[in-house]
């Protein structure tokens, strides 16, 4: 899915200095949790999230004994710290953090080997410290960490962005005669000020690919316009999946080199 980079003003700059296609500063580590079997700490931007898992485990929480059609459950809890920055305070039944689960537990049933694990259940706990836009897609890249840290066999990396489009005006007000040149820009990556104004999406990508296994539209926008978020969006999950490897790398070869 190429982007035509010559329709766009490159020269117009975010409020936060950034191009419309430049991703925030992100950093993660894995290993974060030596209790848990598999761990990671994720920032993207000033969103920052922390993952653990326990498992592949048999029969946990009252004799449980996990999937029933000899594939592992996968159980995906997300917690908001009280300064994470949402205004009110979410809890467990609050019905955008339950999507949220239902999602995150819906990608990584479909790129994890859970048939290697019959009968058992892998848990994801993640944790919001700080939230400013991308919350499922930083929950998801620091998933996709912490389940290579506990080493969870999966088809390849789940990396994740946003898009938005920048007239947050045609979302609720379109107008059909709108002239091709009005049309709006695709933007990468919002912050949590650009969500509140303007039409995003979050899309998850599988491997190094164009497969797509996670699209969630957060507004209504023109349906025209969805692909040229959709475009900037998949080539923003390449960028966070060559970051994410080498997350990855430079771990491994901190544990090749071994202590000292």
Known sequence: MP??????ALSLLRLDGRRWNELRRINAQIS????????SYLEMGNTKVICTIAGPSEGRRGGGAGGDDGKAT?????????????????GRGDRRISEMQTTIASAFASTLFT?????????????????????????????T???????????????????GSTAATY??????????????????????????????LTVATVGA?????????????????????LAVGVDGCMQVREILDEVVR?????????PG
């Open 209 to 229: 690919g164009e497969r797509v296994s996670v699209l969630v539209l957060e507004k209504r926008v023109r349906a025209e316009w969805v692909e040229g978020m």
């Open 171 to 200: 979302a609720t007000d379109p107008d059909p005669t709108a002239a091709p040149a009005d049309a709006p820009d695709p933007l990468l990556d919002l912050n949590g000020s650009e969500e509140l104004e303007l039409p995003w």
């Open 3 to 8: 982007l035509d980079t010559s329709t766009y």
């Open 74 to 90: 996968i159980e995906v809890e997300v917690g908001l710290a009280g300064l994470s920055g949402e205004r009110r305070r979410k």
């Open 115 to 143: 048939h290697l694990y019959p009968h058992s259940t892998i848990h994801i706990s993640l944790s919001i410290l700080s939230l400013d836009g991308a919350l499922l897609a930083a929950c998801l890249n620091a998933a």
């Open 250 to 258: 430079r771990h491994g070869a901190r544990v090749l080199a071994g």
């Open 32 to 39: 974060t949790q030596a209790a848990s079997d598999g761990s």
């Open 145 to 163: 960490l912490a389940l290579i840290d506990a080493g969870v066999p999966m088809s390849d990396y789940v990396a994740a962005c946003t898009a």
